[in-house]
């Protein structure tokens, strides 16, 4: 009777470790989740706070505002544009050979 109630102290002893492992075990998973929830959250605000930025760079006042004063770039005139007229491309590439005959299209 002494074997066996050794035996079943020790049986008991290794459950009760074994819970306590596995209640830390839980509690720290617990604690990981809770970050990764807390992380995705403030992520989630960044990615929104970066869409707007995005979407208030990318207007074109913005663009025009930022044209003028930084590349100091100014609006086309009627003025100072030249059209050319009368420019006809070749058909074919300058550097393509012509046919034996020399007969031109």
């Not at 290794?14 to 992380?39: M, N």
């Not at 006042?61 to 006809?88: C, E, F, N, S």
Request: positive net charge; contains cysteine; charged residues 20%.
């Amino acid at each position: 009777m002494n074997r066996l109630t050794f035996f079943l102290l020790a049986a008991l002893m290794l459950c009760a470790l074994s819970l306590v492992s596995a209640q830390h075990q839980a509690r720290t998973l617990f604690v990981a989740l809770e970050r990764a929830q807390a992380e995705e959250k403030q992520l989630d605000i960044d990615w929104a706070r970066l869409q707007y930025q995005q979407s208030s760079l990318s207007k074109s006042a913005r663009i025009a505002d930022a044209a003028r004063a930084q590349l100091k770039m100014a609006p086309a005139m009627a003025g100072r544009t030249q059209y050319l007229q009368g420019v006809v491309l070749p058909d074919t590439p300058p550097d393509a050979q012509q046919p034996a005959g020399g007969a031109a299209k």
